[in-house]
């Protein structure tokens, strides 16, 4: 007999659920970032990295275990994070799409960082385009301080929900990169709208001078 599609699904949760306890793991979220830094090597050992959307903090620890004790990482919530036990992290409590983000983050950050990432996603309503809309806008503004923090030729991975505003979206974010990756992680759900774009070698824009 053939299962169905949702039950897979519960065993696929059930297994990366079992796996983030059994490796210390905060959230089950820290295998498809796993995934994705082993198949596009976007994050290096000494690398500094913003983390935007980080509660509870399952991406920093893998991105802490990445970068290494000459590394560091940035993470960003608009809600508390437990500490995480390494000197290689700092958190930093904000909402990025207030309108004072980047200048509270230009007092908080390096001049520019060599990697971010976005994980960020609204509390989901169940309304799949609402959820579409203002995931949308989450995304805008983590691209807008990418465009002001991230380094020429850095990397930045974002989070997008499939939907109507997605194209346009990408096609802004393209560029701004070298190159573009669209990715589905094995430790994604596969009815999940969920998509991962990785932007590598950042075109930072020349400043003019008068
Ligand atoms: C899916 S969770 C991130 C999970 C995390 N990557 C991990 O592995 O533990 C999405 C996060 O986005 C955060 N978030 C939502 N809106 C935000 C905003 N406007 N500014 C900053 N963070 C926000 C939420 O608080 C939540 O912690």
């Given at each position: 007999m053939r299962k169905s599609s949702s039950w897979i699904e519960q065993r696929r949760k059930d297994h990366y659920f079992k796996l983030a306890k059994e490796r210390g793991y905060r959230s089950r979220a820290a295998f498809k970032l796993s995934q994705i830094i082993k198949s596009y090597r976007f994050v290096r050992k000494r690398d500094q990295v913003v983390d935007l959307g980080a509660a509870p903090g399952g991406w920093t620890q893998v991105l802490i275990e990445t970068v290494g004790n000459e590394g560091y990482v940035f993470a960003v919530d608009i809600q508390p994070i437990e500490p995480l036990d390494s000197p290689q992290t700092d958190f930093i409590e904000l909402d990025i799409t207030s309108n004072?983000?980047?200048e509270y983050l230009l007092k908080k950050l390096?001049?520019?960082?060599d990697?971010?990432?976005?994980?960020?996603s609204p509390d989901v309503s169940g309304t799949w385009e609402l959820d579409h809309f203002r995931q949308i806008h989450l995304a805008k503004s983590s691209l807008q301080i990418t465009k002001k923090f991230l380094k020429s030729g850095g990397?930045?991975?974002?989070?997008?929900?499939?939907?109507?505003e997605l194209d346009p979206f990408i096609n802004e974010f393209k560029k701004n990169f070298r190159q573009t990756r669209i990715i589905k992680p094995k430790a994604t759900r596969t009815s999940s709208s969920e998509l991962y774009v990785l932007?590598?070698?950042?075109?930072?824009?020349k400043v003019v001078l008068n």
């Amino acid at each position: 007999m053939r299962k169905s599609s949702s039950w897979i699904e519960q065993r696929r949760k059930d297994h990366y659920f079992k796996l983030a306890k059994e490796r210390g793991y905060r959230s089950r979220a820290a295998f498809k970032l796993s995934q994705i830094i082993k198949s596009y090597r976007f994050v290096r050992k000494r690398d500094q990295v913003v983390d935007l959307g980080a509660a509870p903090g399952g991406w920093t620890q893998v991105l802490i275990e990445t970068v290494g004790n000459e590394g560091y990482v940035f993470a960003v919530d608009i809600q508390p994070i437990e500490p995480l036990d390494s000197p290689q992290t700092d958190f930093i409590e904000l909402d990025i799409t207030s309108n004072s983000a980047i200048e509270y983050l230009l007092k908080k950050l390096p001049v520019y960082v060599d990697v971010i990432v976005s994980d960020i996603s609204p509390d989901v309503s169940g309304t799949w385009e609402l959820d579409h809309f203002r995931q949308i806008h989450l995304a805008k503004s983590s691209l807008q301080i990418t465009k002001k923090f991230l380094k020429s030729g850095g990397n930045f991975l974002i989070k997008v929900f499939q939907g109507n505003e997605l194209d346009p979206f990408i096609n802004e974010f393209k560029k701004n990169f070298r190159q573009t990756r669209i990715i589905k992680p094995k430790a994604t759900r596969t009815s999940s709208s969920e998509l991962y774009v990785l932007g590598l070698g950042f075109k930072r824009k020349k400043v003019v001078l008068n």
